[in-house]
């Protein structure tokens, strides 16, 4: 199982302090916490995309370049790459150059962002959001996978004998999970490409991440990727720790209480209870992400949100320094030893390369075909 964390790189005032970090400050924040991510045994580090103040990270491909060229192991994603309003054929440059660069340590998450006005500032319309999420994504798909693409649809330009470069590493694409909050149709669309999916589980009750996780199973089993077991699941998550959980709650409060996402609404605990924002000791963090297995079953990918609401990096710093020193090398051996021998880990390169070979071993009938069980993806593609 793979543990990480994902930043929206928003730029907030410290309420405790009154001082808002400048861009240049938030930006060398994020790095910082990326290699402090591998520093720590941390697995991943994903970030979102964002085009609209308070928000910083506009190039998510520039940002994980630099720190691929920093970094020796961690995997780096994006949190959010916006299909609607990027053109498919740059996501699909773009993210194969990054691939080659960081030697596989990449994949990406699909999502239509929250962010109603940057649709027009991108030449598009917020009313066609979900079905420039399939269209799309059915051309970055086919980019990836066809050296020669001939394409005409509703929202961009026709293609004609059109080649995407460079090839994806090794020809495999980069794995890709559709991420969402809300939208049935983005499990819908996971389950049919048999990619990853990701529930956000930071807003919602369990109730709806379970609904959702169990949409995005049972259609991935439709059509035929396997089981609703092995389909790959991710979830989201927030948190924030000190070893006394008071001191955690008596912390965080004046930051809980300012945030712009969720400040003035309901009370920290009231949120804490309805929701998976957990406030608290290590081993109430463990305790609580243990328990998302018992609503959305085994799954591969755990990110945390630290970095938000203001909080000061020595802060953060000191949250992955709990976390990859006493809550991941538990919630690892806990979670590894719960799972079932066919559900599969966590999908990287090497796994998906390992699966074409074998899929096409087993296609020529060459003996050593079946070599590739526990390989992450399990040959879906």
Known sequence: MQFGVFTVGDV???????????????????????????????????????????????????????????????????????????????????????????????????GRGNTGPVYPWFGQDIRNGIRLAIENYELLHRLWREDVVDWQGKFRTPLQSFTSTPRP???????????????PEIAEQAAYYGDGFFANHIFWPKEHTQRMVGLYRQRFAHYGHGSPEQAIVGLGGQVFMRRNSQDAVREFRPYFDNAPVYGHGPSLEEFTRETPLTVGSPQQVIDRTLG???????????????????????????????????????????????RPAHVPVAPTHA???????????????????????????????
């Open 12 to 110: 907030t005032v410290d309420p405790t302090t009154g001082r808002e970090p400048t861009e240049h400050e938030r930006i060398k924040a994020m790095v910082a916490i990326a290699l402090k991510a591998e520093e720590v045994g941390l697995d991943v580090f994903a970030t979102g995309e964002h085009h609209n103040r308070p928000f910083v990270p506009s190039s998510p491909t520039t940002m994980l370049g630099h720190i691929a060229a920093r970094t020796e192991r961690l995997l780096l994603s994006t949190s959010t790459t916006l299909i609607t309003t990027n053109d498919p054929v740059k996501i699909a440059e773009d993210y194969a150059m990054l691939q080659h660069l960081a030697d596989g340590r990449v994949d990406l998450m699909m």
């Open 169 to 183: 590493l090794d020809d495999v694409p980069p794995f890709v999970w559709h991420g969402s909050i809300r939208s």
């Open 351 to 381: 796994s998906l390369v390992a699966a074409r070979d074998a899929a096409g071993k087993a296609a020529t009938g060459t003996p050593d075909a079946g070599d590739l069980a526990g390989a992450g993806a399990e040959g879906r593609r």
């Open 292 to 338: 998302f297995r018992e609503y959305v079953g085994d799954y591969q990918r755990q990110l945390f949100l630290l970095d938000h609401a203001g909080l000061p990096l020595k802060t953060v710093l000191e949250q992955l320094d709990l976390l990859g020193e006493e809550v991941v090398p538990v919630l690892r051996k806990e979670f590894d030893a719960l």
